[in-house]
């Protein structure tokens, strides 16, 4: 509450006070007097007006697109965000400082995301500033972290007012794959039973020639033909028949890792999002899976309109919201990073008033130990864990990582996540998945109709095919059983965007190479050695994995869509 200027003035009229009461100074003590009277009266009148700031202070946040309010954003575009303070309480403070805290997922663009000046009803605070979405997920807005101080300098109050608001930020859509080429290039007559027979409909083919009926439209008189035959003849266009394809896209911990926006998850949904995007257009129907480490997290069948499109982008930017697992991390590296989301979010439950540590606690002499007393007290508050959520906090390390990981993730927090365990192996090496999406496609192919399209885009290279076949076999038999209904499918592998592929050469690091440079080159040969054994492995059901960058894969897959329209 008191800054250094206002203890300094206080110690400095205490000291003067005892040397006029000493020396019996009748004018210095009425003086000292006088101004140790105004300064308790400053700091009581400060202490109401902070205390009635906090009661009454409303936050009114307001989400900008191009002058419009939206509640859903679009990933690589911009947002202009608006604040505005206003006390519900009379109540007149000189200066206010509000500094709004940005989402991590946003970066910011423009002007100031913080306001300075006098508060009141009559002068609100306003701030506003524009913020930038590189990738889907959701923009969390927690609040405004406000400083309020006197004119002269002497009294200091600092407090977070909460405002929660969260939004959806979709995935970007490609502009090149809304331009592939949609006409038909073939007019063959399918297999039975690969496809549809024709029938007349609204198609562009020519299906064939008849004689016209009273009642035909003008615009399908074939003009030529019925100057030949000296008699009316209409056409007949054949129906375009839609196709459906499922995505099955994996959201596992292994494609979570890395920063927000550049890791194998966010190539994923976009390259998924795009394709929903364009076959929406087309007006053919695609359905969406979510695959992760160990179940099946969203299963929607094939569906086309503007609903159905919603839905799947809806839940495509959930699921890039999701952090990896970091159950395994010591808890010495989680504390200090939710202390310090703590000390910025909650100021309120850390008050040494509220939350005391008692001097005689030799077991709380460690300072992280202090810390992890603190934080347990406002994990067992925030997270309503009862009475004794204390004490579970305080004994139990695993019950503390899970309320600790689970702040940090409802907050979107990054920590240290080590990628290996003590034994040297890959920690989200999981064969499980393998069996969730296994059981997904042959759902989806008890359930499908004519021939369809079976996408997976999915993380492949951290399966150690040695350590558990069945799970790979089990996969590899799905994948026959849909091809035994006529039913295609297409894997697509998330190559990382700085690595060469297989087909270009790759440059082994010189002798001088640092440590960093041989890391890299190792992880490339890794990656090489598991795609070729990928590659080996699904080419007995007769299925090639495909390292596709964003801006092929997705023209890639409408190509294959193109061809079973057809019938081939």
């Not at 105004?38 to 205390?51: G, I, K, S």
């Not at 303070?85 to 400082?97: A, E």
Request: proline share 7%; aromatic share 8%.
């Amino acid at each position: 509450m008191l800054t250094r200027r206002g203890w300094w003035l206080f110690m400095a009229d205490a000291l003067l006070l005892v040397v006029a009461l000493v020396f019996d100074s009748q004018p210095g003590a009425l003086v000292s007097f006088a101004l140790l009277f105004w300064f308790l009266a400053q700091w009581f009148l400060f202490r109401v007006r902070l205390q009635r700031l906090q009661q009454s202070l409303q936050v009114e946040r307001t989400l900008l697109r191009n002058g419009v309010p939206v509640d859903v954003a679009w990933a690589r575009n911009d947002l202009e965000v608006r604040v505005r303070l206003t006390p519900r309480l009379k109540v007149r403070l000189p200066y206010v400082l509000a500094v709004d805290r940005v989402p991590i997922l946003a970066r910011w663009k423009e002007n100031d995301p913080w306001a300075e000046g006098r508060l009141s009803q009559e002068s609100p605070l306003k701030i506003a500033y524009r913020v930038h979405c590189p990738s889907a997920g959701r923009l969390r807005f927690d609040g405004v972290k406000i400083q309020v101080a006197d004119l002269q300098g002497l009294f200091a109050g600092i407090f977070f007012a909460r405002n929660m608001k969260a939004i959806r930020v979709l995935p970007a859509v490609f502009a090149k794959a809304t331009s592939a080429n949609a006409r038909k290039s073939h007019n063959l007559i399918p297999l039975m039973g690969t496809h549809r027979h024709r029938r007349p409909g609204t198609g562009t083919e020519l299906l064939h020639l008849r004689e016209y009926v009273p009642g035909d439209p003008p615009r399908t008189i074939a003009w030529k033909s019925s100057a030949r035959r000296d008699r009316l003849m209409t056409k007949e266009l054949e129906s375009e028949v839609p196709v459906r394809c499922t995505l099955f896209v994996d959201v596992s911990s292994a494609t979570r890792v890395g920063p927000p926006g550049g890791n194998a998850l966010s190539r994923l949904i976009e390259i998924g999002a795009t394709l929903v995007h364009t076959a929406n257009e087309r007006r053919d129907l695609v359905g969406l899976g979510l695959i992760d480490d160990e179940r099946v997290r969203t299963l929607l069948p094939p569906a086309r309109g503007p609903r159905a499109r919603l839905d799947r982008l809806r839940s495509l930017a959930d699921a890039a919201d999701l952090p990896p697992a970091s159950d395994d991390v010591p808890l010495e590296t989680l504390v200090p990073y939710a202390m310090s989301l703590a000390q910025d979010l909650y100021p309120e439950l850390l008050d040494p008033e509220v939350n005391r540590i008692p001097f005689w606690s030799f077991r709380l002499r460690n300072p992280l130990r202090r810390w992890r007393k603190r934080l347990a007290s406002v994990l067992s508050v925030r997270h309503g864990l009862g009475p004794g959520g204390l004490s579970l906090l305080l004994d139990d390390d695993d019950a503390m990582r899970r309320q600790v990981v689970r702040f940090l993730g409802d907050h979107q927090v990054a920590c240290p996540i080590p990628l290996f365990d003590a034994n040297g192996r890959y920690r989200f090496r999981s064969s499980s998945k393998l069996e969730a999406l296994s059981a997904a496609i042959a759902r989806s192919v008890a359930l499908g109709k004519d021939n369809e399209l079976f996408v997976l885009l999915v993380d492949l290279f951290d399966v150690d095919l040695a350590q558990k076949p069945e799970a790979f076999e089990s996969l590899l038999r799905t994948i026959r059983m849909a091809h035994a209904r006529r039913h295609q499918v297409l894997v697509i592998l998330p190559w990382p965007p700085n690595v060469p592929t297989p087909r270009e050469a790759v440059r082994e690091p010189d002798f001088v190479a640092t440590l960093q440079e041989w890391l890299h080159h190792a992880s490339e040969v890794r990656l090489r050695q598991s795609y070729e054994r990928l590659r080996q492995a699904f080419a007995k059901v007769g299925v090639a994995p495909i390292l596709a960058p964003q801006d092929q894969a997705v023209p890639l897959i409408l190509y294959r869509m193109e061809r079973l329209r057809g019938g081939r």
